[in-house]
């Protein structure tokens, strides 16, 4: 499935399709998170972790009323959006941040198969930028893994701060790409 031809709109938004809300999670961004793992990824990332987020039918829809409850139950983790890719999801996961930048004080960091660039260069994905403070960019290369490297799984991923403070104690962390 092509990102581009899925079509909705910010108003006609039900739910985002999870697969799962990890809390308290320390895997997918610094400190404290709270993880949502969406369903849906046609990145088909050879050796990929998560195969099973693959399905964009998999796991259940969410409203973004019930998300934004147990993201604000916990007044000490941060928020990462992880899958499958949000990206496919990228109006629904837009409207989600917005709530949590309008009414918490959380950093919101985003994994995704695709790159800056290619999000920058569409405005549909681009709908999201302003509300993340971090994009974990690319897809996962096999023939890149790295077990020691943070918050990423291949060297060729980017930690992208989108609010330009990187963080220089995490290895990867790359400055704000300027289009």
């Not at 969410?62 to 993201?71: G, N, V």
């Not at 569409?122 to 023939?143: C, H, K, N, Q, T």
Request: a negative charge; aromatic letters at 8%.
């Amino acid at each position: 499935m092509d990102c581009k031809t899925r079509d909705n709109s910010l108003s006609g938004i039900s739910g985002i399709r999870i697969l799962d809300i990890l809390e308290e999670t320390m895997a997918d961004g610094p400190g404290l998170r709270t993880a949502i793992y969406c369903a849906g990824c046609a990145h088909h990332c050879p050796g990929c972790h998560n195969p099973q987020s693959w399905d964009f039918t998999g796991g259940r829809m969410a409203s973004i009323e019930e998300i934004l409850d147990i993201i604000k139950e916990d007044e000490f983790c941060n928020v990462t959006f992880s899958g499958g890719d949000p990206l496919y999801q990228v109006e629904a996961f837009t409207e989600l941040a917005r709530r949590i930048k309008e009414e918490t004080d959380k950093t919101i960091w985003c994994y995704t198969g695709f790159t800056y660039e290619e999000i920058i260069a569409d405005a549909r994905l681009s709908m999201i930028l302003p509300y993340l403070d971090v994009i974990v960019d690319g897809p996962f290369i096999e023939e890149k893994k790295d077990k020691e490297l943070l918050f990423r799984g291949s060297s060729n991923q980017r930690i992208i701060y989108l609010n330009g403070k990187p963080d220089d104690t995490i290895p990867g962390t790359v400055p704000l790409i300027q289009a």
